[in-house]
T-cell receptor, first 114, second 114 residues
Framework: DSGVTQTPKHLITATGQRVTLRCSPRSGDLSVYWYQQSLDQGLQFLIQ???????AKGNILERFSAQQFPDLHSELNLSSLELGDSALYFC?????????????FGPGTRLTVT | AQTVTQSQPEMSVQEAETVTLSCTYDTSESDYYLFWYKQPPSRQMILVIRQEAYKQQNATENRFSVNFQKAAKSFSLKISDSQLGDAAMYFCAYDGGANSKLTFGKGITLSVRP
């Protein structure tokens, strides 16, 4: 158990819908990361937040957005969902934001778009 | 942009034997970090080993060690005394720049024969 929690574990929804994935980092971690794992694209970095501020952005679609709240939990919002958005979405956390820091991964949220 | 290449999609090893998983990367940065992550069937991402590029000494964690060749941009993982529990997908990852964001290879599926 990494100490990172993600809810829900599974999510099934239809095309065109909007969903919110939630992540609670390990106690004391200020940095949160979101990754997408799909058959087509592999594991991709989406976005990083540190203490409420966006720090780095990867291959995140405009239909996707994220935020980190004052209590440090983070949410990833996916809208106008398409079949290709079906994937495993990981959240990770770390104590700092700079490169090389160890990231602890949550168990993931499995999103299925039908 | 940084890229990570894992050219072998699958490998197999006999229990108690040694196996080496290959990884190459491309970067123009001089300071960076490299990781190997394990993803068992549970899909949990588990950090196996970490290497700082500025360190010439290869990292070692129990049965896991790396062969880091900075000039060749190669970072292979050696698993000694392979165990059934080592069966998983293994991802090589790169982390560089001011803010941490992991760039992953496509992964390699390792099976262990009893």
């Amino acid at each position: 158990d990494s100490g990172v929690t993600q809810t829900p574990k599974h999510l099934i929804t239809a095309t065109g819908q909007r969903v919110t994935l939630r992540c609670s980092p390990r106690s004391g971690d200020l940095s949160v990361y979101w990754y997408q794992q799909s058959l087509d694209q592999g594991l991709q970095f989406l976005i990083q937040y540190y203490n409420g501020e966006e720090r780095a952005k990867g291959n995140i679609l405009e239909r996707f957005s994220a935020q980190q709240f004052p209590d440090l939990h983070s949410e990833l919002n996916l809208s106008s969902l398409e079949l290709g958005d079906s994937a495993l979405y990981f959240c990770a956390s770390s104590t700092r934001s700079y490169s090389g820091v160890e990231q602890y991964f949550g168990p993931g949220t499995r999103l299925t778009v039908t | 942009a940084q890229t990570v290449t894992q050219s072998q999609p699958e490998m197999s090893v006999q229990e108690a034997e040694t196996v080496t998983l290959s990884c190459t990367y491309d970067t123009s940065e001089s300071d960076y970090y490299l990781f190997w992550y394990k993803q068992p069937p549970s899909r949990q991402m588990i950090l196996v080993i970490r290497q700082e590029a500025y360190k010439q000494q290869n990292a070692t964690e129990n049965r896991f060690s790396v062969n880091f060749q900075k000039a060749a941009k190669s970072f292979s993982l050696k698993i000694s005394d392979s165990q059934l529990g080592d069966a998983a997908m293994y991802f090589c990852a790169y982390d560089g720049g001011a803010n941490s964001k992991l760039t992953f290879g496509k992964g390699i599926t390792l099976s262990v024969r009893p």
